[in-house]
């Protein structure tokens, strides 16, 4: 059974940093393409970073948020610094059974999403 179950996530104000953290299970977790997904009321899921082998980020996070994954543990992890009110969304995790980086940054080629995290910050 794939569970990701992300934790980590709440409420902060501007400036501040998070580290969302999200557990993967039930599938081989090494060799999937991991991501971090967010979405507000009314908008469409966007995409915020993703890893293989190397890193992807959103133009509008690229310098504040690091992601990074522990194979050993699982787990995948986003590093979220000088958050501003905009990055104020429910974060998910996506994990892609294509590892490589051709559409990366569409949900729709994700195979298995976590419950996600609310992020709030405030101003």
């Known amino acids: 059974q794939v569970q990701l179950v992300e934790s980590g996530g709440g409420l902060v104000q501007a400036g501040d940093s998070l580290r969302l953290s999200c557990a993967a299970s039930?599938?081989?977790?090494?060799?999937?393409?991991m991501a971090w997904f967010r979405q507000t009321p009314g908008k469409e899921r966007e995409f915020v970073a993703g890893i293989s082998w190397r890193t992807y980020y959103a133009d509008s996070v690229k310098g504040r948020f690091t992601i990074s994954r522990d194979n050993a543990k699982n787990t995948v992890y986003l590093q979220m610094n000088s958050l501003k009110p905009e990055d104020t969304a429910v974060y998910s995790c996506?994990?892609?059974?294509?590892?490589?980086?051709?559409?990366?940054?569409?949900?729709?080629?994700?195979?298995?999403w976590g419950q996600g995290t609310q992020v709030t910050v405030s101003s």
């Open positions: 996506a994990a892609r059974r294509r590892y490589s980086d051709i559409g990366y940054a569409t949900s729709k080629q994700y195979d298995y």
């Open positions: 039930g599938f081989t977790f090494s060799s999937y393409f």
